[in-house]
């Protein structure tokens, strides 16, 4: 069996090194395409693996029309809206992600950052804290339920909007519930995105939403930039001087909304909640092991295509 870790945003070594050895001990063969963003590269080096190890890599269905031996795609982080689901099960290639792996860089990341706008980008001049403010989860999954927690510890008070997630949950784990969107935007001084890229998600944090957040409001968005919707975004930061964006996945328009907002603007260089070598290693590791329990056992168990 030929496995390929196709990572165009390399893992950290211990987490390349450790997937080695899960694959090695069942005498795999493991290929490694890092930094590599020519898809042609993708095309040759897939044409004979068995299993693919990707992070947001695109797997199209160009990528799958190459990949003649697949059986098994495993995105190693949660977010699959890189994986075209269609193409891989018209092939029968099963599709698999490994939720909670990386939630916690991802959390630790969307507090850092709201501490570093909160303090003015770190420049000299006052700057305000987050304990009393109020912070809204939209999505209170693996992820939002750590930047809940960690929010919690800060002293803020916690408020989630997620209609899969029951209300008694959110408050046994001390969270307010809202039922309602608006709301959520109405009440939050902070608000921090952990919804999946969609059909339904796709431009829906827009005007309407944005406009109703309180004085001195800051989006956080670790979640995926295809959320936004970015004219909107523009133009709320056009209405209001209070009004601060911070994110880990930069706006097609960055360059534009940097230039026009300045510091009310914070966009990290390259994605990167998930960038630390603790979730390298675990979604890394968590990855073989899902190929190696699939291709000897048939446990599909993290499927996310039908
Ligand atoms: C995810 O969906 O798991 C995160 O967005 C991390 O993505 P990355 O592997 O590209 O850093």
Redesign the pocket.
């Known amino acids: 069996m030929k496995v390929l870790v196709a990572t165009e945003?390399p893992f950290a070594k211990a987490a390349v090194d450790g997937i080695r050895k899960i694959l090695e001990k069942e005498n795999y063969e493991m290929a490694l395409l890092e930094k590599e963003s020519d898809p042609q590269k993708l095309y040759d080096a897939v044409t004979d693996a068995d299993a693919l190890i990707v992070?947001?890599d695109k797997v199209t269905k160009e990528v799958i029309a190459h990949a003649k031996q697949l059986k098994i795609v495993v995105?190693?982080?949660?977010?699959f809206d890189n994986l075209d689901l269609e193409a891989c099960s018209a092939r029968g290639i099963v599709a698999m992600n490994t939720p909670g792996q990386?939630s916690n860089a991802?959390a630790e990341l969307s507090l850092g950052m709201m501490v570093y706008m909160a303090r003015n980008q770190f420049t000299p001049g006052t700057g305000t804290e987050l304990k009393g403010k109020t912070l809204g989860i939209q999505a209170y999954g693996n992820v939002g339920r750590l930047v809940a927690n960690l929010a919690k510890s800060f002293g803020m008070n916690v408020l989630a909007f997620d209609p899969f997630v029951s209300a008694e949950k959110m408050k046994e784990e001390g969270v307010t519930p809202v039922g309602d969107l608006n709301e959520l935007y109405k009440s939050s001084n902070y608000v921090s995105l952990h919804i999946p890229a969609n059909e339904q998600t796709k431009k829906s944090i827009n005007y309407k939403l944005l406009s109703q957040m309180p004085q001195g409001a800051c989006l956080v968005n670790t979640a995926?930039k295809e959320v936004i919707d970015e004219e909107d975004l523009a133009k709320i930061l056009e209405e209001r001087s209070d009004f601060k964006y911070i994110t880990d996945i930069a706006p097609d328009s960055v360059a534009v909304l940097k230039e026009k907002f300045g510091n009310r603007i914070f966009a990290t260089a390259k994605?990167?909640?998930?960038?630390t070598a603790e979730a390298n290693l675990n979604?890394g590791l968590a990855a073989a092991n899902q190929i190696v329990d699939f291709l000897k056992n048939g446990n599909e168990r993290f499927r996310v295509n039908k």
């Open positions: 945003k992070r947001s995105r190693a982080g949660a977010g990386n991802v995926r994605k990167m909640g998930a960038q979604a």
